[in-house]
């Protein structure tokens, strides 16, 4: 078990400019879960999958944010139409339950310019 | 809704200097209670967890925390801090009936030589 995986680890893109991350869960995991984390904060919550079915969103994820996850492996977070608010850390956890806290990725930092 | 206020942003001690990180958490069910620590340029990692019984827990280099229902409080505690052990700790508290944790800002302790 490589714990979890987040690609790519930097991404630098022009403002209006589409992203997709990637992250890949430990396999018995069947919680996956996004979370943004911007300088001086801590993690605020995106969404939440269990197994392939996204079960939660935060408001904070607007229109422009997609996430998915076939099959209930891998997830992917896009967002559209970046803007330089959306320059933070992207994270990504997986757990098997609440009791068990999660494991996070190193995360995918973005940068809007 | 839960959440977490951490007191400190930012903590200085000297080394080998006893510390106390506060965490407070606001919910109106029963929780699960969290420490992460984020050391430079890494990811989260779980340091140590409260679910139910001894209120005192402990991680494996030597922190503990001290579960506190009546003030609703989940301090972190080290006797005699390190030089390594510099890095931003976030407490988190996750509803046992939910499945997402909730983070609070996060404390940067630097330790001074």
């Known amino acids: 078990d490589t714990g979890v995986s987040q690609d790519p680890r930097h991404k630098i893109t022009k403002r209006g400019q589409n992203v997709t991350f990637r992250c890949d869960p430990i396999?018995?995991?069947?919680?996956l879960y996004w979370y943004r984390q911007t300088l001086g904060q801590g993690p605020e919550f995106l969404t939440y999958?269990?197994?392939?079915?996204?079960?939660?969103k935060s408001r904070l994820l607007s229109d422009r944010f997609s996430a998915e996850r076939p099959k209930g492996s891998f997830s992917t977070l896009e967002i559209q139409r970046t803007e330089q608010g959306d320059s933070a850390m992207y994270l990504c956890?997986?757990?098997?339950?609440?009791?068990?806290?999660?494991?996070f990725g190193s995360g995918t930092r973005l940068t809007v310019v | 809704a839960q959440s977490v206020t951490q007191l400190d942003s930012q903590v200085p001690v000297f080394e080998e200097a006893p510390v106390e990180l506060r965490c407070n958490y606001s919910s109106s069910v029963s929780v699960y209670l969290f420490w992460y620590v984020q050391y430079p340029n890494q990811g989260l990692q779980l340091l140590l967890k409260y679910l139910s019984g001894s209120t005192l827990v402990e991680s494996i280099n030597g922190f503990e925390a001290e579960f506190n229902k009546s003030q609703t409080s989940f301090h972190l505690r080290k006797p005699s801090v390190h030089i390594s052990d510099t890095a931003e700790y976030f407490c988190?508290?996750?509803?046992?009936?939910?499945?997402?944790?909730?983070f609070g800002q996060g404390t940067r302790l630097t330790i001074n030589p």
């Open positions: 396999s018995e995991h069947n919680r």
């Open positions: 956890a997986s757990s098997l339950g609440g009791r068990d806290g999660y494991t």
């Open positions: 999958f269990q197994n392939e079915a996204q079960l939660e």
């Open positions: 988190a508290v996750c509803d046992q009936g939910a499945q997402k944790l909730v």
